[in-house]
């Protein structure tokens, strides 16, 4: 009762908030669904699909793919070591269906290998203004100590290539992949680079990339890509960030084309060359009060043995606490001694015989040698004539040049075991590698960052919907449901029932003439208009006793 007199809003308002409210509500639960299925259990494992062409795409679907498509090596090193590491076709405990190749020995050289589908032909690739994309996925289930985890792709060679034979020796056309040891990490990048004049085969290195450290310790898969396009520039990525860029022309060590000059092999320094700047001054003589036998260090004559000095204690004692166990038997182990403990009279170091400090011989000068003066008969800095280079040449497009590639091996030594390898593909396209990774690599990080403790809920649902743009929509209504409620609620003004006048509202209060918004309020509001007509009721039967005649007191 009294709805009409106190409520700061009218019946029509109520009722269109009431109808507002409904819709939020709606619109509420509609993203509470959305939420709830995008962030239900996951979906079924499932294998990446190739969509594109590939040199080779494996993401190992069973265990018999050593011995059949990656076969171990049973050559041995240079210096004759075994390849005694073992490899084992296992999933990770956080994802039981998905497998990976896995190195299983720790302190072991291990080697294994896999043909290509096809040759990589840079000639070709080059002709087509094709890349070359290099992309697999590395995890150290332990944190890596010392060893590597890099893939070589194995150069075309004189014979067929065969598993039996890979090994260290094996010339390879790029070797690409992390590398660590205590605190040394890197990513390589290297090139066998064939000199097209003499045949000889030299490494190139890339310089050192960045930002990749963590990747050994925190447990989880990285994406490791490599991107050769082919103009010769490069970029590597981890996780699908950059951390190297360059061109295999300028940014290689040693540089791909060698110098136009070089110095004359045959061209030796004259007998009569002198390269001292520098000589011992001819003319100077030792000072007769040069003395070179006194000593650097002195006894100091002032000093004097401190009054608490201990001469007869000893720095270390018996412990008296200490006392012969119940089981010593002195003839089998025998005579029992205290365990010597430090002297506690001796803890400023106070004790034994005193000798007093050393201090620095104001008197010492040294071995007397005579000063340096410019050199007379000096001839400069000696170099040998620059020559023509005979091997000299320039590769323009050094990318075109690369010797085709038959297979992929890894052939590494390790002091961390367990490290799995997974989803290698080689291709000549990036659109292609991105979606192997979209099916693999994208699902596994998101999963493997949703269930990491030290994820905070901030960054688990920026992974979310990393993976699921549309819950940035989601989100977004979360933040902003609340101040539409707020507003419709508490700030919105005006009527959105039936106006009403100044005049009318004035009106009915001087004679409780009945307005649009009552009307409606009796019809919003069922048993508003019987309350009413009680209230009234009890107001007239109180006022009909109020009016009632006092009897009067008998006297």
């Known amino acids: 009762s009294g709805i009409n007199a106190e409520w700061p809003i009218t019946a029509g308002e109520y009722k269109s908030y009431l109808r507002e409210f409904s819709m939020l509500r709606v619109v509420a639960a509609i993203l509470a669904v959305t939420v709830v299925v995008l962030t239900q259990d996951e979906e079924p494992?499932?294998?990446?699909?190739?969509?594109?062409?590939a040199f080779m795409a494996d993401p190992f679907a069973n265990t018999e793919v050593i011995g059949t498509v990656w076969q171990p090596s049973s050559s041995a090193k240079g210096d004759g070591s075994k390849f005694d590491g073992k490899w084992a076709i296992e999933s990770a405990p956080s994802s039981p269906e998905d497998l990976g190749l896995v190195v299983k020995d720790k302190a072991q050289h291990h080697a294994i290998s896999a043909k290509l589908n096809s040759k990589v032909d840079f000639t070709d690739l080059h002709d087509k203004q094709k890349p070359l994309v290099v992309q697999y996925e590395v995890k150290y289930q332990d944190s890596m100590e010392c060893g590597g985890s890099y893939l070589k792709l194995i150069a075309e060679g004189d014979s067929p290539f065969t598993h039996d034979s890979f090994n260290d020796k094996t010339v390879y056309s790029i070797m690409f992949g992390p590398d660590?040891?205590?605190?040394?990490?890197?990513?390589?990048?290297?090139?066998?680079y064939k000199n097209p004049i003499n045949g000889a085969v030299e490494e190139k290195h890339a310089k050192a990339s960045s930002n990749f450290k963590e990747?050994?310790?925190d447990g989880k898969s990285h994406l490791i890509t490599l991107i050769l396009e082919a103009d010769g520039t490069f970029e590597i990525l981890v996780d699908n960030n950059s951390v190297n860029s360059g061109s295999i022309l300028t940014d290689m060590t040693p540089t791909i084309n060698p110098p136009a000059e070089i110095d004359d092999p045959d061209d030796k320094k004259p007998s009569d060359w002198d390269d001292q700047e520098k000589i011992p001054d001819p003319m100077a003589t030792k000072p007769e009060d040069w003395d070179e036998t006194a000593p650097k260090f002195i006894t100091d004559p002032d000093a004097t043995k401190p009054d608490d000095w201990l001469d007869d204690e000893p720095e270390y004692i018996a412990d008296p606490e200490s006392s012969k166990p119940e089981d010593w038997d002195d003839e089998e182990d025998g005579d029992w001694?205290?365990?010597q403990i430090a002297n506690p009279k001796c803890e400023a170091g106070n004790c034994g015989v005193w000798e007093p400090p050393q201090i620095p011989n104001p008197e010492y000068k040294g071995k007397w040698a005579p000063p340096l003066i410019d050199n007379p008969n000096y001839s400069g800095v000696w170099a040998p004539r620059k020559i023509a280079n005979p091997d000299f040449f320039e590769d323009k497009t050094p990318f075109a040049s690369l010797m085709p590639i038959v297979a992929v091996g890894i052939?590494?030594?390790t002091m961390t075991k367990d490290i799995m390898f997974d989803n290698i593909i080689i291709t000549d396209s990036k659109e292609t590698a991105e979606e192997w990774a979209a099916e693999s690599f994208n699902k596994k990080?998101?999963?493997?960052?949703?269930a990491s403790s030290g994820e905070g809920m901030i960054d688990q649902a920026v992974a979310l919907a990393t993976e699921n743009p549309v819950m940035w929509v989601v989100y977004a209504a979360i933040v902003i449901l609340p101040v539409v409620l707020i507003y419709f609620?508490?700030?919105r003004g005006g009527s959105t029932g039936a106006e009403v006048s100044a005049s009318d509202v004035g009106e009915a209060k001087k004679t409780d003439k009945v307005t649009p918004d009552d009307e409606a309020e009796d019809e919003d509001m069922p048993?508003?208009?019987d309350e009413g007509e009680e209230e009234e009721q009890e107001e007239k039967a109180e006022d009909e006793k109020e009016e009632e005649p006092v009897p009067k007191r008998r006297t």
């Open 45 to 53: 494992f499932r294998l990446p699909t190739l969509k594109g062409n």
């Open 180 to 192: 660590k040891c205590g605190l040394d990490s890197k990513i390589h990048f290297i090139i066998n």
């Open 215 to 217: 990747i050994f310790g």
């Open 337 to 339: 001694e205290a365990p």
């Open 411 to 413: 052939e590494m030594w």
């Open 445 to 450: 990080a998101l999963k493997e960052k949703l």
């Open 489 to 491: 609620l508490c700030c």
């Open 527 to 529: 048993g508003l208009e």
